[in-house]
């Protein structure tokens, strides 16, 4: 499979992609955890088929430690034990934020619940601010057919700054 657009050879897009790049900087460094982090990116770009993004977040959070049991169970987190009930919170939150046209009322009063019991304020900042960084970048890479399966860890890193 080709992209469509190669994002990475456009003036505008490079610009776009490394302030993109900088507004997760401010998710990376916040008090969420990382493996919480990754585990929310990859349950969205499931959910939006990002192929690309899924490619990228599995290998992320295999390259910090995750185990292949949790993240082959993302999918499926509310029938497995494996996740704390910290990460189901946030992982609710994500398929709720992510999908907004699919229901109706947005995110449920239960699942908002749920989050402010599991995260202080800071972290609640930066996992809706996760949750919409990361169902932007799926869909830039969904309609330009960004391919998944050269993603190497840490290939971004230096788009920070």
Request: with cysteine.
């Amino acid at each position: 499979m080709d992209a469509r657009f190669n994002l990475f050879d456009n003036e505008i897009a490079a610009k776009f992609g490394k302030r993109f790049a900088n507004a997760s900087l401010v998710i990376d460094q916040s008090p969420l955890p990382k493996a919480t982090q990754e585990l929310v990116s990859l349950r969205a770009s499931q959910i939006n088929g990002c192929g690309f993004c899924v490619d990228m977040h599995t290998k992320e959070a295999a390259a910090a430690g995750e185990t292949p049991v949790r993240l082959n169970l993302v999918a499926a987190w509310r029938e497995a034990t494996v996740f704390t009930e910290a990460e189901r919170a946030a992982l609710a939150l994500a398929e709720e934020g992510t999908r907004l046209a699919d229901a109706h009322h947005g995110v449920s009063d239960e699942t908002w619940a749920q989050v402010r019991k599991h995260y202080d304020d800071d972290q609640i900042a930066a996992l809706v601010s996760l949750v919409a960084l990361i169902n932007a970048a799926n869909r830039v890479n969904v309609i330009v057919r960004n391919p998944a399966g050269s993603y190497t860890p840490g290939m971004f890193a230096s788009m920070k700054s």
